[in-house]
């Protein structure tokens, strides 16, 4: 498929063979305008718009997240202590 590329110019730079085709808007570019991202090839345009899209999570997320898992382990380590205790009583 290189080869095939190769016969056609850069979108963005004539001078410059094809390397790749973008996915998005199917334009022939050159290895330098050329970016993967998740084994898809794209223009530079079009990985900017793709990122736009991919709006990063709020960091209130990460918190509550944080706060759950916090939660859940305070919770499980009081019940084993308790476990541990009853267990270490029986055994005097």
Excluded at 10 to 28: F, I, S, T, W, Y
Aim: a positive charge; aromatic letters at 10%; glycine letters at 8%.
């Amino acid at each position: 498929m290189a080869t095939q590329l190769g016969r056609y110019l850069c979108a963005n730079h004539p001078e410059r063979p094809g390397h790749a085709l973008c996915m998005a808007c199917r334009k022939v570019v050159c290895q330098e305008c050329a970016t993967e991202w998740d084994g898809i090839n794209y223009c530079v345009a079009c990985l900017a718009e793709r990122g736009k899209a991919a709006a990063p999570r709020s960091s209130l997320f990460g918190w509550i997240t944080l706060l759950a898992a916090s939660g859940l382990l305070f919770y499980a380590s009081v019940h084993l202590m308790a476990w541990v205790g009853v267990f270490a009583a029986s055994w005097r």
